[in-house]
């Protein structure tokens, strides 16, 4: 059925035209008032990633693992039967796409670059290439954030995507890009990245670490002043200084004994890192940006400020309130949007089941079962197969009638041993 505002013209009446206004889908609101022009992505890609992910060893290091863990989770396709027992198919063309996305990059590799750049930009870009008549692609490519712009349609609210390099433009149609993104509650069209939110601090942390080395390459002493009690000219003022400059400066001068000349001493005006709080400082920036990134401090070596008792206790809680988000977002937008293109039965699924992090320790596993055969949940046999060991045939029963028949049974034993008691 054809939409009814697209057939509106100018030839429509006043009151059609005002109930096509008012019936304006929001993203066609936006773009009327936006004259679908192109839209400037306006926080900067490049800055992130050079002032933070290559300068903080911190936000390289949390984004590391945020990129490391997603792309630990292997991607199946499966197809839906009528029996409920949907069958994975190794060979099918979406799986072999999936596993090889082009002749440069493994699944890995690109889900990495699509964690990294949804990390450090809001966005991450999936180039669909080379596709046939059906919309399937023989490729997926990653595409840099700060190369696309995005070109806003009235009907279909993006027309296409242009990704600019080295001077020249590409037209990419809307169909060809998977556009992923972090919401940003204020972007119609671009998602934000969480160094954005985070920056002050991220910079905090960049500015310690220029600090220290600034004061180690000074010798470990905090600043301070030549100071004369007598007023030099211009002359002796320039000799001083070039002496100082050639003795007592940079690391190959550190530690050489002061030799001062009558009249002048030496008075240190700087803070310490005492004087600073200096450790305190640092700790409670890099917590911050791991509170940013949602990873526990215990990944960036400060175990003390953990919220967990071990580092198995977090990487569970990681990949339960972090990972399992990310895979979610990008297992939703590749089913929607390109296993659709495909039969109606197939579907993209995370396999999780060798995630070492999402097992269960014995002791659990074995409280869980225990717990769910004393509720009677479950029946011995099942218990049995929860537990890796082969069913029984007289144990298809819970455990509560396993324990009236064996109540039935030492009945019958005890009226037996009566009976043979009297014939003796």
Partial sequence: MVNPLKKATKSSSNKMETYSERKLKPFQIINNVLNSTA???NSNYRNNTEEGYKKSIYVYRVIRERAKALSSVPLVVKQKTDDGEDEELPNHPLKQLLDKPNEHYSEQTLKEFWQMSRLLSGNSYLHLSEMNPQGQPEELYYLRPDRITVKPSEQNFIESYIYKVNGRKHTLDNLEVLHFKLLD????????????????TIDTSN?????NKIFFDNAARPDGAFVSDSRMDDAEYARAKKQVQDRYTGTQNAHKPLLLEGGVDWKEIGKTHKDLDFPKLKRWTVIDICVLFEVDPIFVGLPEASSYNNKREAKKSFWEDTILHDVNDLVTKLNNELASRYKDDIYIEADLSEIEALKENENDRVKRINSKVKSNYITLNEARVADGRQERPDMDITLTEHQANLSTNMQTASIRDELLKKKL
């Avoid at 509650?185 to 939110?197: H, K, W």
């Avoid at 500015?207 to 600090?211: C, D, F, L, M, R």
């Fill in 207 to 211: 500015s310690i670490q220029k600090w």
């Fill in 39 to 41: 839209k400037w992505f």
């Fill in 185 to 200: 509650p204020t972007n119609d069209y671009y998602g934000m990245s969480p160094v954005e939110a985070g920056a002050q």
